[in-house]
């Protein structure tokens, strides 16, 4: 799914309450025990006005029901690229289906 800039603008607004400015594109491509668990581009942004974090990496993709999900993670060590974005994303939503 190609993500537009402004709609990953407004899910950084909504998500983390701050205004975000395009830096550039990361493709991104992570695998675990050989195989590719997430394959995209990871848009950068640096943040104005965030309390704790400069920079957010930010992402969509389709969910099971044909929906779109937007996630904005934000650079918050350990945190402080595009794959470790993708990492700790990958892994909340893990624990979120156990729960």
């Known amino acids: 799914m ?12 909504r998500l983390h309450g701050c205004e975000a400015v395009h830096l550039m594109s990361s493709p991104v491509n992570e695998q675990f025990q050989g195989r590719t668990v997430w394959d995209g581009k990871v848009e950068v942004f640096d943040l104005i006005g965030h309390p704790k974090a400069k920079r957010c990496y930010a992402w969509a993709h389709k969910q099971d029901d044909g929906s779109d999900r937007y996630v904005a993670v934000l650079e918050i060590p350990p945190v402080d690229s595009p794959i470790t974005a993708v990492r700790a994303a990958i892994v909340a ?5 156990k729960a």
């Open 2 to 13: 190609k993500a537009d800039i402004a709609n990953l603008r407004d899910a950084i607004r």
């Open 93 to 97: 939503e893990s624990k979120s289906r």
